[in-house]
């Protein structure tokens, strides 16, 4: 296997299943721009006056290892991402000095990729010149933004080891005896006659330092210190320097105390008692010199400085002391205020249960009569039940408020599940029944099954809910866009007819009607070139499965329900593709489930414009004739991990989740490719998610000559295939229909 096949595999088995990196990527070293030569693997030049080593490891979020500093000039870059230095994984790492921040030196590009199965075990090396200021670096593997630092470079004499030099002024009123009337402004100076001051920081009394950006205003009655220092752009540090002084409170003749008061909040049981916690906010107000001094105390402890809302969580009784002095020394008298907190009730975690009941008439097989009745019910012995819901054949979740009666015939399965008070939604179980035909109600005649949620008109979407009508079809089952209509006017009457039927029948009203008919204008439909008719690659039967083959790791099996589904049990990455024939210039509509087990999605693609898997024999494994010269258009609802969602083409085009419209697992997805020439659109149910002009620029980049053309477009006709991921990534399909255009 080459070196951008081993890349492309093990990239995205990391990302998507968060397993053990093995092999991940080829030995791939970029680096740009750089001042001097660049030798990768090999020893350091004799020339270099300093070696600067960073190491990595398993960790992604910070190096393993990395320098501080270094002095201007020639320097051997080491970075080694090995065994040796903690990478058990063989996860990649990158070594990147950022050049588009202007707070940070330009000068040097240099960007190293590494990993232990790499051509240099992981160990690289590059010569760089250095210039005096901060170089910030990081790695670029997405996840891994943790892994970043600044290097600091000083003069290549280094002859910077003075630190800066650092005073402080006060100024302010003063008494007789010294004190600052009022209050003290302390102005804090710093210099350095070589690199340069890079930082000034105060501290006032027991607080921490912080930057010191303009003079600070001390007004709080009382002795004060002030602490100061200073650091160059050398990295040396002034030793710390202190000022003691003193703020008297200024003539005057109040002599009223603040006034006091405390505010309790939190959440409280039927017997005033605060659950889980209580929040002490403590007010003083003073119209005289202004307050001083706010001070607090819980239970028996010490008074303390009060500056923000106290927090009580321990259970029991409690009671919160407060007082308050101002400017002219005037102190008010100590309050309290008593109260109780008790632990919150247990959590409910536990889910509700739920059981469906299937009534209605058999016939000798164990089938339903014309239909079936479905009763669910729930139980939850904490919370207590909120919601029902349930799901027919693999739709969207509806509320649950009476039985649901089933009568079309055919295999069914009801999916359901409930949520309590606590928010705790149950893992949605299902019961499965076939309807027979039995004389007594007739199947309904519709065109075709289209139990999409709203109406859609070829790929124009209407919003209108796609409901029910009289003879049980659903208003897309009648209105049956994919037939092949020799001109739109043709396909306009066949609509006006239905929508007036279903306007006379009340299915309708008047804005809705004149929205699907407004659709089917625009849809194009009958127009020279557009839907000229789809035909079935698999239909849910027997004879269309086996018109598909199977390569690589995996396999899909036909369920009873007229669906194929990737299986669980074989490992291994694989593809089912259908080689009868190409494809130029085509609309591929299906519908895709996921059916992952446990919270994960299903990772999956649809496979286009590959060439035969068998023509190639230098592939060891023919599935990846499809990566290497076709297109994937990736399914993956996942919200972490793998940068290409559903609707992306893999390694050339990303989509988010964002306008994906996410459905809920278990539920049913049309899917529609349209791809004439180089360009590609996507949709989901009816939503246009992404489209790309296939030019030849990628963003995961396998080497050149796996491109076909020189300009690294894929081919303009080729395969269709169905990606299983892995033995974890189950995903059904279902109506795969193509149409040449």
Known sequence: MNRGHRRYREFRKYCKRRRTWTALLSALVLVLGLASATAYGQP????????????????????????????????????????????????????????????????????????????????????????????????????????????????????????????????????????????ATATVTASDAGSGVDTVEYALDDGAYQPYTAPVVIDKVGAHTLRYRATDKAGNAAAEKSTAFTVASPPTDDTTPPETSVKLEGEQDADGAYIGSATATVSASDTGSGVNTIEYALDDGAYQ??????????????????????????????????????????????????????????????????RATVTLAATDGESGVAKTEYAMDG???????????????????????????????????????????????????????????????????????????????????????????????????????????????????????????????????????????????????????????????????????????????????GMLWLPQRTYDDFSLKLQFRDDAPGTGNANSGVFVRFPNVHDHPEEPRPEWVAIKYGHEVQILDRPDCDMYKTGSLYGFDRVGLGGAGVTPKGTWNDYEIRVTGQHYAVYRNGVLLNEFDNTGGQEFSPPRGDDPGTDGRRYASGYIGLQVHSETDVISYRNIRIQEL
């Open 44 to 183: 350091a030049p004799q020339q270099a006056e300093q070696i600067l080593t960073w190491t990595a490891g398993d960790d992604i979020t910070k190096y393993a290892s990395a320098p501080a500093t270094a002095v201007a000039g020639k320097a051997t870059i080491v970075f080694e991402n090995s065994a040796a230095t903690g990478n058990t994984m063989g996860m990649p790492h990158t070594l990147t000095f950022v050049t588009s921040d202007s707070e940070y030196n330009q000068d040097v590009t240099l960007n190293i990729l590494a990993n232990p199965g790499d051509a240099e075990g992981g160990k690289h090396t590059a010569e760089v010149t250095l210039t005096p200021g901060r170089y910030r670096y990081h790695c670029t593997i997405p996840g891994h933004e943790g892994m970043q630092g600044v290097l600091v470079v000083t003069d290549g004499g280094g002859s910077d080891t003075t630190a800066p030099e650092t005073s402080l002024k006060l100024e302010g009123q003063q008494n007789a005896d010294g004190a600052y009337i009022g209050s």
């Open 305 to 370: 400085a009060y500056t923000t809302p106290v927090m009580v969580h321990d259970a029991g009784a409690h009671t919160v002391r407060y007082r308050a002095a101002d400017k002219a020394g005037n102190a008010a008298p100590e309050k309290s205020a008593d109260f109780t907190v008790v632990s919150p009730p247990a959590e409910d975690t536990t889910p509700p249960e739920t059981t469906a009941e299937v009534t209605g008439d058999k016939n000798s097989d164990g089938n339903y009569l014309d």
């Open 395 to 573: 739709g969207p979740f509806l509320a649950y408020s009476t039985p649901v009666v089933v009568d079309r015939a055919g295999r069914h399965t009801v999916a359901h599940r409930a949520t309590d008070e606590a928010g705790n939604t149950s893992e949605a179980r299902t019961v499965s029944f076939t309807v027979a035909q039995g004389g007594g109600v007739p199947a309904p005649n519709c065109p075709e099954w289209d139990e999409r949620l709203t109406v859609i008109v070829g790929t124009v979407n209407t919003g209108i809910p796609n409901r029910m009508t009289g003879n049980r079809c659903t208003v897309n089952e009648l209105i049956e866009d994919e037939k092949d209509w020799s001109s739109q006017a043709l396909f306009l009457k066949h609509v006006r007819a239905v929508t007036d039927r279903l306007r006379t029948a009340g299915v309708l009203d008047d804005r809705e009607y004149k929205a699907v008919n407004r659709a089917a204008k625009q849809s194009g439909i009958g127009t020279p070139g557009q839907h000229t008719g789809y035909r079935d690659l698999f239909d849910g039967t027997r004879k269309s499965f086996d018109r598909w083959q199977q390569v690589g790791g995996g396999s899909f099996a036909l369920g009873e329900d007229g669906t194929m589904t990737s299986s669980s049990t074989v490992p291994g990455m």
